[in-house]
């Protein structure tokens, strides 16, 4: 018996990831147990429904059912992920390797066997065919994006000049500056003379590393010593002569953090990666590349944050260092 789908509004994101993986191992345990070939047929087109249940492409336009290239290329990975889970289903075992993993790894392989140089370009030109700024453009640019970021046919240039950490780091930034500029540049996409569509991105893809890696490595984004972002907004607020030096107390406020009032500024969902730990972190000196390392985020998601909450919180250290001056 096949337990009742739920509903998502009485259960919390972990309950919801345990239910469907309790539905997924049920499943499993059904078809490998099924003796006849019709019932197996049928309880194997529930798993791979199930499967597919939470992927992050070729999902139906709000009150759209899926058509076109996106339905195709649902149908092709539904096919190809059948085939490979009644392939494998009978011998895996959920006590060596987890389900979540498990499926999630087939589902992977199934979508960029599907996800072809050809129907990548097809769903670039069906992007182009939608009115700038129309809500249909966004979808198409929604799964556009997600079409290349599971595809697998993203190249990896440069690679081998730089450490394994910072080419992570660089390389992130580089895909998500890359995939702005697909979506932005999509109607100069030109299949006559810009030859295949993942050729012009991975293209740009190459550029976007080097100038990253230019941009990063520049005495303007090295340097956090002076503290020049924060220093800045402080000054257009109002002139201050600090005794001791303006960055020493600046440092002492932060350590002090009445009510952790700078440590509840932080990057979304990731409350270790928050104003205190990052301007402490400037005001020691350490580089992007360093501190970039040592959150595990792009560099310019941290200096962008960085900027943003300086110029959000200059009234209070205004406050805080006009009252230690009086």
Excluded at 225 to 242: F, H, I, N
Aim: with cysteine; net charge neutral; proline share 5%.
């Amino acid at each position: 018996m096949v337990v009742a789908l739920f509903s998502p509004d009485t259960l919390n994101s972990a309950s919801v990831i345990k239910f469907m993986d309790e539905r997924l191992e049920q499943l499993i345990r059904q078809v490998q147990d099924c003796g006849s070939t019709v019932d197996r047929s049928h309880l194997l087109d529930l798993l791979v429904d199930e499967i597919l249940r939470s992927r992050s492409w070729c999902r139906p336009s709000r009150g759209q059912p899926l058509s076109g290239i996106y339905l195709e290329i649902y149908q092709a990975v539904h096919k190809q992920l059948a085939s490979e889970v009644d392939r494998q289903i009978n011998s895996y075992n959920p006590e060596k390797l987890p389900v979540r993993e498990w499926i999630n790894g087939l589902r992977s392989r199934a979508l960029r066997l599907i996800l072809t140089h050809d129907r990548l370009q097809i769903i670039a030109l069906e992007a182009q065919k939608n009115q700038p700024d129309s809500e249909s453009r966004q979808y198409a640019l929604r799964e556009l994006v997600e079409a290349i970021r599971c595809s697998g046919k993203l190249c990896h240039p440069h690679r081998g000049k730089f450490s394994p950490d910072f080419y992570k780091l660089l390389y992130e930034e580089a895909v998500n500056q890359t995939l702005v500029y697909v979506c932005q540049k999509i109607d100069t996409y030109d299949p006559f003379r810009g030859g295949k569509f993942m050729t012009w991105v991975n293209f740009r893809l190459d550029k976007l590393v080097i100038e990253c890696y230019r941009q990063f490595s520049s005495p303007q984004t090295q340097s956090f010593a002076c503290v020049d972002d924060l220093e800045r907004v402080l000054e257009k607020q109002q002139p201050l002569t600090p005794t001791r030096g303006l960055s020493i107390e600046l440092r002492e406020i932060l350590e002090e953090d009445p009510n952790n009032f700078f440590k509840k500024e932080h990057i979304r969902a990731r409350p270790d990666a928050n104003f205190r730990a990052i301007a402490l972190a400037v005001l020691s000196g350490k580089s992007w590349k360093e501190i970039s390392v040592q959150f595990d985020l792009p560099i310019g998601t941290l200096s962008s944050f960085f900027g943003r909450t300086c110029r959000k919180l200059a009234p209070t250290f205004k406050e805080y260092l006009s009252a230690e001056t009086a």
